[in-house]
């Protein structure tokens, strides 16, 4: 996924379940600060943070390539 022209302090929610339940892999991704370029993100499925997003994964059965339903929350 590729993140541009995001404010600081959103939160971008990427769910496996259609109906966005926590019950099934989920990753939140926290915007720290707006991003000067366009910010990679290469996976869904590890937690990390840098001086961007940090990053949180909940792990069931893997979410790369299964993302069915994405809330963004300003």
Known sequence: ???????????IDVYDSPSASTGDDWTRIYVKKKFPRV???????S????EWVRVSHYHKNGLDGKVSHIHINY
Do not use: G
């Not at 996924?1 to 939160?11: E, G």
């Not at 937690?47 to 840098?50: F, Q």
């Open 1 to 11: 996924m590729s993140i541009s022209f995001v404010p600081a302090r959103t939160y």
């Open 47 to 50: 937690s990390y943070e840098d």
């Open 39 to 45: 910010y990679k993100m290469n996976t869904f499925e």
